[in-house]
């Protein structure tokens, strides 16, 4: 799905996204309003949180 709202866009996140991610996520400045500075994240890490496949109900 893609949203687009003047020169905004917002689109689902894709597997290819994995390592841009992960450089956000090991931004100090980004941690202390996300999950804790003393949060560390792995590229494994973010591909469980973020790209887990949940089964079909």
Do not use: A, W
Request: with cysteine; charged share 35%; net charge negative.
């Amino acid at each position: 799905m893609v949203l687009t709202n003047g020169q905004i866009t917002l689109r689902n996140l894709e597997r290819k996204d994995g390592e841009v991610l992960l450089r956000c996520l090991q931004d100090e400045r980004v941690l202390e309003l996300y999950e804790g500075r003393d949060t560390n994240f792995t590229i494994e890490r973010i591909r469980e949180k973020f790209f887990q496949i949940e089964p079909d109900i």
